[in-house]
């Protein structure tokens, strides 16, 4: 069975950082592009960053210069550093595996986590 677990968020003023980690179990992680993304109220759910298997990234606009996604395959982890941070960052951060190696394109992200709470005050 496919488990991702978030950790991480918390709350922080503007301009802090915040380093949210996702476990992998279940799952070879390691095979597969995996993403972060983040749901705000009352707002849809945003991709925010992606890392395929060979450690190519990519970013929203909005978070480009402050965030930066690693993966640690050993590990089974994925990482999103997250520094400078606003208010408009605050959401429900969520990571996922999809079903392919690559990132590009329309990507199936099959398995969810449940998601950490990240709230930025100014």
């Known amino acids: 069975q496919v488990q991702l677990v978030e950790s991480g968020g918390g709350s922080v003023q503007a301009g802090g950082s915040l380093r949210l980690s996702c476990a992998a179990s279940g799952y070879t992680a390691s095979r597969y592009c995996m993403g972060w993304f983040r749901q705000a109220p009352g707002k849809e759910r945003e991709g925010v960053a992606r890392i395929d298997i060979y450690g190519s990234t990519s970013m929203v606009d909005s978070v480009k210069g402050r965030f930066t996604i690693s993966r640690d395959n050993a590990k089974n982890t994925l990482y999103l550093q997250m520094n400078s941070l606003k208010p408009e960052d605050t959401a429900m951060y969520f990571c996922?595996?999809?079903?392919?190696?690559?990132?590009?394109?329309?990507?199936?992200?099959?398995?969810w986590g449940q998601g950490t709470q990240v709230t930025v005050s100014s």
């Open positions: 996922a595996i999809a079903t392919t190696f690559y990132c590009g394109g329309p990507v199936d992200f099959r398995y």
